[in-house]
T-cell receptor, first 111, second 116 residues
Framework: LAKTTQPISMDSYEGQEVNITCSHN???????ITWYQQFPSQGPRFIIQ???TKVTNEVASLFIPADRKSSTLSLPRVSLSDTAVYYC????????????FGSGTRLSIRP | GAVVSQHPSWVICKSGTSVKIECRSL??????MFWYRQFPKQSLMLMAT?????????EQGVEKDKFLINHASLTLSTLTVTSAHPEDSSFYIC????????????FGPGTRLTVT
């Protein structure tokens, strides 16, 4: 299981773009990169998943360089409701495998 | 996406009693479910992997006799905290794998356990 490293916390303001970078130097060939969001007293919620290059959905973009040793979650024009903990996870989704959560990044958005 | 539910959403029990928490996959079958525990301001810690029709696999340091896991059907896994103590007070979260979507995991809303 590839270990991930993220900043412990980040602060930003409403309307700004927020980029959270995750390092995963030991990522394996079959591993995908997945980001989850968690609000207090709730279960994690899937945000986005990717394997390489760039993935975009209605809430975020995920940038993955060619060596795949890191990834960046980009949240455009954040609002107060984006205040949460964001987890970067790496794993092989082609087979049943457990997810090990890292420390996550606590994102605080201010008015 | 797929939905996973947990029941109860919160429970308060007295020290020494046992508490059962249910995890259900509502619109898909899950042969594998996972149980996590989360203390305040900390990350999720994987406790065990629950496989339908077989014994659960526990992570190192998790007492299997204290945290009983039963996965009797493809849509239900239960976690029973036996002889609960105040230090077992935590947020318990389950997740279920949907093989229809490349084993993507869907998380339940969590159960807040408080042992008095």
């Amino acid at each position: 299981l590839a270990k991930t490293t993220q900043p412990i916390s980040m602060d930003s303001y409403e309307g700004q773009e927020v980029n959270i970078t995750c390092s995963h130097n030991n990522i394996a060939t079959n591993d995908y990169i997945t980001w989850y969001q968690q609000f207090p007293s709730q279960g994690p919620r899937f945000i986005i998943q990717g394997y390489k290059t760039k993935v975009t959905n209605e809430v975020a973009s995920l940038f993955i360089p060619a060596d795949r040793k890191s990834s960046t979650l980009s949240l455009p024009r954040v609002s107060l409701s984006d205040t949460a903990v964001y987890y970067c996870l790496v794993g092989d989704t082609s087979s049943a495998s457990k997810i090990i959560f890292g420390s996550g990044t606590r994102l605080s958005i201010r008015p | 996406g797929a939905v996973v539910s947990q029941h109860p959403s919160w429970v308060i029990c007295k020290s020494g009693t046992s508490v059962k928490i249910e995890c259900r996959s509502l619109d898909f079958q899950a042969t594998t479910m996972f149980w996590y525990r989360q203390f305040p301001k900390q990350s999720l810690m994987l406790m065990a992997t629950s496989n339908e029709g077989s014994k659960a696999t526990y992570e190192q340091g998790v007492e299997k006799d204290k945290f009983l896991i039963n996965h009797a059907s493809l849509t239900l896994s239960t976690l029973t905290v036996t002889s609960a103590h105040p230090e077992d007070s935590s947020f318990y979260i389950c997740s279920a794998e949907d093989r229809r979507s490349s084993y993507e995991q869907y998380f339940g809303p969590g159960t807040r356990l408080t042992v008095t």
